[in-house]
């Protein structure tokens, strides 16, 4: 079945340091991958999408792009801030669903004045 | 602004009482889900409606149960509550028909069984 998984946390940085959190997928054909961040006691929100091969997705200074040959959908930021101090989470919806999304299991990150 | 509202942000029940939590979205979106949030273990999902009346099981959907009398509201049931049950729930919301388009999420619950 559909999978997602990514880097395992908790993560920390200092204020403006590079992030990268990885995210692969398995899945038949072309999903739709997202990437979601909940902040302390909140739900999800939508950071960003990309709905094809080689799309980039950016929101907030976030970045990511959907790469088909290596099955990932990283996430990046060139200088994070910290308030970005949350849990992001990669997610998939499979081609032809539009219904459930698939999570990966979510990636702490803390950043430190 | 679209608005997906969970009825509590933080319960309290006793092993074997009978939970309801209730959602409420104002999208008119055909899909709603309840999700439970586990650490390390990410969102897994428990049961989705695609329609009115209509619900299909999710990946953990033993000891829960739903309901969806109204395009706008879905309701998750704990029919027996037990302390493995302890979790933080999130209910979403979502078109049917444009899978490009994103999942909106209430607030989430935490819900403790004592």
């Known amino acids: 079945g559909d999978s997602v998984t990514q880097m395992e946390g908790p993560v920390t940085l200092s204020e403006e340091a590079f992030l990268t959190i990885n995210c692969t997928y398995t899945?038949?054909?072309?999903?739709?991958l997202f990437w979601y961040v909940q902040y302390p006691g909140e739900g999800l929100q939508l950071l960003l999408k990309?709905?094809?091969?080689?799309d980039k997705g950016s929101n907030k200074g976030f970045e990511a792009t959907y790469r088909k040959e290596t099955t990932s959908f990283h996430l990046e930021k060139g200088s994070v801030q910290v308030s970005d101090s949350a849990v992001y989470f990669c997610?998939?919806?499979?081609?032809?669903?539009?219904?459930?999304?698939?999570f990966g299991s979510g990636t702490q990150l803390t950043v430190l004045p | 602004d679209v608005k997906v509202t969970q009825s509590s942000r933080y319960l309290v029940k006793r092993t074997g009482e009978k939970v309801f939590l209730e959602c409420v979205q104002d999208?008119?979106?055909?899909?709603m889900f309840w999700y439970r949030q586990d650490p390390g273990l990410g969102l897994r999902l428990i049961y989705f409606?695609?329609?009115?009346?209509?619900?299909e099981k999710g990946d953990i959907p033993e000891g829960y149960s739903v309901s969806r009398e109204k395009k706008e509201r879905f309701s998750l049931i704990l029919e027996s509550a037990s302390t493995n049950q302890t979790s933080m729930y999130l209910c979403?919301?979502?078109?049917?028909?444009?899978?490009?388009?994103?999942?909106?999420f209430g607030q989430g619950t935490r819900l403790t069984v004592v």
């Open positions: 997610a998939l919806r499979p081609p032809g669903s539009a219904r459930q999304l698939t």
């Open positions: 899945a038949t054909g072309y999903p739709s």
């Open positions: 409606s695609y329609d009115v009346k209509m619900k």
């Open positions: 999208m008119d979106h055909e899909n």
């Open positions: 979403a919301s979502s078109l049917l028909w444009d899978m490009n388009t994103e999942a909106f």
């Open positions: 990309a709905t094809k091969a080689d």
